[in-house]
């Protein structure tokens, strides 16, 4: 039995990742209706905005499928502002954004999705803290210093 709490076994981040896949579809279904009216109206640059949003919402949720350390920060101060937002103004409409962004800040604060802002521990030396094994040894064959040689 695994002793670590429900909340430590949850998958944030797989959950932010799915939330900005959710948000890119949005903003990209936005984009094809302000297109469309923009096409009827006679203004279809008026689609520029929706998309260049949408396409950046992509690209943040990529960054983050790769783990690059800053899509954090992004992803938090983006939540944040969501959910001042929302505070702001309360209402049915804004509603969903505060919830939808609280959400968000609940998943980034989650010890696995932190773990992505802290610096890497330091590796060791080769050989510092570990015990030569028989790879060790038949890699210093092919190089040449034979199997009973300093590392």
Do not use: K, N, Y
Request: charged share 15%.
């Amino acid at each position: 039995m695994d002793g670590r709490s429900r909340w430590q076994r949850f998958d944030a981040e797989h959950w932010v990742h799915v939330a900005g896949i959710v948000l890119t579809t949005v903003l990209v279904l936005w984009t094809l209706w302000v297109a469309l009216v923009g096409l009827i109206a006679g203004l279809l640059l008026s689609a520029l905005v929706p998309g260049a949003i949408a396409a950046l919402a992509g690209w943040l949720t990529s960054a983050w499928r790769r783990e690059l350390p800053w899509s954090w920060w992004v992803w938090t101060v983006l939540a944040t502002l969501t959910v001042l937002v929302g505070l702001a103004d309360p209402g049915p409409a804004t509603l969903a954004w505060l919830v939808a962004g609280g959400g968000l800040l609940i998943l980034l604060v989650h010890p696995d999705s932190r773990a992505r802002v802290q610096a890497p521990a330091p590796s060791r030396p080769r050989g510092v803290g570990r015990r030569r094994t028989r790879l060790d040894d038949d890699w210093l064959s092919v190089v040449g210093r034979g199997a009973g040689g300093p590392p």
